[in-house]
């Protein structure tokens, strides 16, 4: 069974930062590209950051870029999600998913919907 368990959230102040943790289990780990998406209440699902299978290619949208960090431990079966310079806006439940090598994660767009095994979320909270 693929599990992943996302842990690091939390409270924090504007221009605070984070680190989430994806911790994957069930899954020949290094075959699969990793994405961080949140959802925010009312809003949809959006990708925040993915790293492909070999670590070669990353992705961000400009809402986060410069801010986030995607980072992979092949040895630990874990991807990192450095969050720094925080903001209210970043205030959603954080997810992380695999998709096939090859799928979901491009150095230009990260498409959601090749992504699957969902965890069970982390909850980031920024006041202002």
């Known amino acids: 069974e693929v599990r992943f368990v996302e842990t690091g959230g939390g409270l924090v102040q504007a221009g605070g930062s984070l680190r989430l943790s994806c911790s994957a289990s069930?899954?020949?780990?290094?075959?699969?590209?990793i994405g961080w998406f949140r959802q925010a209440p009312g809003k949809a699902r959006e990708g925040v950051s993915c790293?492909?299978?070999?670590?070669?290619?990353?992705y961000y949208p400009d809402s986060v870029k410069g801010r986030f960090t995607i980072s992979r431990d092949h040895a630990k079966n874990t991807v990192f999600l450095q969050m720094n310079s925080l903001k209210p806006e970043d205030t959603a439940v954080y997810y992380c998913?695999?998709?096939?090598?090859?799928?979901?994660?491009?150095?230009?767009?990260?498409?959601?919907?090749?992504?699957?095994?969902w965890g069970q979320g982390t909850q980031v909270t920024v006041s202002s």
């Open positions: 998913a695999a998709a096939d090598s090859g799928h979901g994660c491009y150095s230009h767009r990260i498409n959601k919907y090749d992504f699957d095994s």
């Open positions: 069930g899954l020949a780990f290094d075959d699969y590209a």
């Open positions: 790293v492909s299978a070999s670590a070669g290619s990353t």
